[in-house]
């Protein structure tokens, strides 16, 4: 396993890593109210380490490669299926209303694990040098941009979109769904791949503009300490979604654009 698939690989246990601190952060708001907050905590810590392992010794042992890979892969899809249960109980099952899932824990957030978990199952299932790979990367690139759509659009509906500059992401990230989609509905021009990455260079630009105006607010924030107003304020790591899906969208791009030739 080399080239794109180890990539994925690599970017599937960097993100693993991040979640870490995206977890820590966002159940630190309310002190880790319930046990069941510190699953994902020590779920994505142990799957960092744990792909970290295997990948490098993927070649030596490549039957521990694929089963410990499928085995953090249905975890995590399983974890990231009933963090959306529980996220949505915490405010929308009462409610039942637009307004609870604009101001209610963010109902889609643990999809990621979803997302990541069904990279690392198509990585072992799909031949990584046929079409049908990188489709399914650029699937679920894609699926993560519409993620990026849903939780810009919930998140700033929260003060009203106060700042214009707010409705950025949710303009960028519905073109970006828009041009990703094309290539798996029908056979596309290597020109049109090339259009999809510079679409994708705006994403990535939004995405740490977004994080700089995120911190610059927190920095701003009445409060005790930088701690506090990050829990309470913009959440810093949000907008680093963006380009973190760049990276996976490009690798699915690059293997198409190989298809092509």
Request: include cysteine; charge should be neutral; aromatic fraction near 12%.
């Amino acid at each position: 396993m080399d080239g794109s698939p180890l990539l994925v690989e690599l970017f599937v246990a960097a993100n693993f890593a991040g979640l870490v601190l995206d977890i820590f952060l966002a159940h630190s708001e309310n002190n880790f109210r319930r046990t069941s907050e510190y699953i994902p905590l020590f779920f994505s810590a142990a799957a960092a380490v744990a792909l970290a392992v295997v990948i490098a010794f993927r070649r030596r042992w490549p039957a521990a490669w694929r089963d410990v890979g499928h085995l953090i892969g249905w975890l995590s899809i399983a974890v990231g299926l009933a963090g959306v249960v529980l996220h949505l109980d915490s405010g929308f099952f009462q409610a039942r209303t637009i307004r609870s899932l604009t101001y209610a824990a963010p109902f889609a957030a643990p999809l990621a694990y979803a997302g990541l978990g069904l990279l690392l199952v198509a990585n072992r299932l799909v031949d990584p040098e046929s079409v049908e790979w990188g489709q399914w990367m650029l699937l679920l690139g894609l699926g993560g941009f519409a993620g990026n759509f849903v939780f810009s659009l919930t998140d700033h509906a929260q003060n009203g979109f106060f700042n214009p500059i707010e409705w950025l992401p949710v303009v960028t990230s519905a073109f970006a769904v828009g041009f990703l989609l094309v290539p798996l509905m029908m056979r596309v021009t290597g020109r049109y791949l090339w259009l999809c990455a510079a679409v994708l260079g705006v994403q990535a630009m939004v995405g740490v503009l977004g994080a700089a105006l995120h911190v610059w607010a927190d920095v701003r924030k009445p409060g005790a300490d930088l701690f506090e107003k990050v829990l309470s304020g913009a959440p810093p790591m949000a907008p680093l979604l963006f380009p973190n899906l760049v990276l996976l969208t490009l690798i699915a791009l690059w293997q198409l654009r190989l298809h092509r030739r």
